[in-house]
């Protein structure tokens, strides 16, 4: 009788000690009013529902920066919420150990002029003890934070530029003037929760468009006018999410203007890659070290659609509730 009871006292034991381990497994979520895991520093003034930077606290200049300390170990994808309003600011910069991973405009998902709770994905990061994830506000403009959320991935840790983003990404908005005839080289990749768009225009005329307004709807992009349905996978039946590897070329002239724009809540592997017959940065195609004469006639077939051997983004969209 003894036996039984020591062997019941130590399965329960043993079982206590399995379900402890599998909670630090499980996801982590630091609202606005954790004390312990959250320092405000600046402008920030709090309700029942959120912190944001505000013109009536502080010294009343809506800066801050917000800095959460986690303690987790692991890999982990990073989730912040806020409240998007039209009144919002459009560039809450968000990083990860000390590297700015995304810049979200807080006002993508306020429709109609009524406000949102909105989840967007800083991508996923390797995390120690001493990780440290940030939102700083700086522009003067009024954002908003209701929470992170920390789920275990066992995605790849996104690969960031030192500014932030996608290696080879062009800015929020970029613009670039032919140096002489060749092509124009367009990379997309749209991952995204909430509304977003990718446009490509050459002397003012949009050769590219990609607009999508959540994770799941099949919203493919165009290119020169027509659809491309390959933009898009169906993971099941209903579910679509962006195609990695996506390219398309358009013939330039030598000063014709190339602009690029990103706009909305995208996620962190998004990406709009322009390269071409340019000076700078966008002077040859990412990844690869040709002058642009030599891409040029690599790519013969010139202003149509193609599937090329781009990096695919780190991770697809994986938020599947608001």
Request: hydrophobic share 35%.
């Amino acid at each position: 009788m003894m036996k039984k009871v020591v062997a019941c006292f130590l399965a329960a034991f043993v079982f206590s000690l399995l379900a402890l381990s599998t909670s630090n497994a499980a996801d982590l979520k630091i609202k606005f009013t954790d004390k312990g895991r959250l320092n405000y520093q600046g402008d920030w003034k709090h309700i029942s529902y959120q912190a944001y930077t505000s013109k009536d606290a502080g010294k009343g200049g809506r800066r801050g920066t917000l800095t959460c300390e986690p303690k987790l170990s692991g890999t982990y994808q990073i989730i912040t919420e806020f409240k998007a309003t039209v009144n919002r600011g459009n560039r809450a910069q968000y990083y990860v150990n000390g590297t700015k991973v995304k810049e979200v405009d807080q006002r993508a998902g306020a429709a109609n002029g009524k406000s949102a709770f909105i989840k967007v994905s800083l991508g996923v990061f390797e995390l120690t003890p001493e990780s440290k994830v940030e939102l700083r506000c700086e522009d003067g403009k009024s954002y908003s934070f209701v929470g992170f959320t920390f789920t275990t991935s066992t995605d790849v840790p996104t690969d960031v530029s030192a500014d932030g983003g996608v290696a080879g990404d062009t800015g929020a908005e970029s613009s670039f003037v032919a140096k002489s005839d060749g092509d124009l080289v367009i990379e997309p990749y749209l991952s995204t929760y909430s509304a977003a768009a990718l446009h490509v225009l050459v002397d003012g005329k949009e050769v590219f468009s990609w607009v999508r307004s959540d994770s799941t709807s099949k919203e493919p992009c165009v290119f020169q006018g027509a659809a491309d349905d390959k933009s898009m996978i169906e993971n099941k039946p209903g579910d679509y999410s962006p195609a990695p590897g996506l390219k398309y070329t358009v013939a330039l002239k030598a000063g014709q203007k190339v602009t690029s724009t990103k706009s909305g809540g995208y996620e962190s592997g998004t990406y709009l890659k322009i390269s071409g017959p340019f000076d700078g940065a966008a002077a040859a195609p990412a990844g690869t070290d040709k002058k642009p004469a030599e891409n040029a006639a690599d790519n013969k077939e010139g202003g149509k659609a193609a599937t090329g051997d781009a990096k695919p983004a780190a991770m697809d969209d994986v938020l599947n509730s608001k």
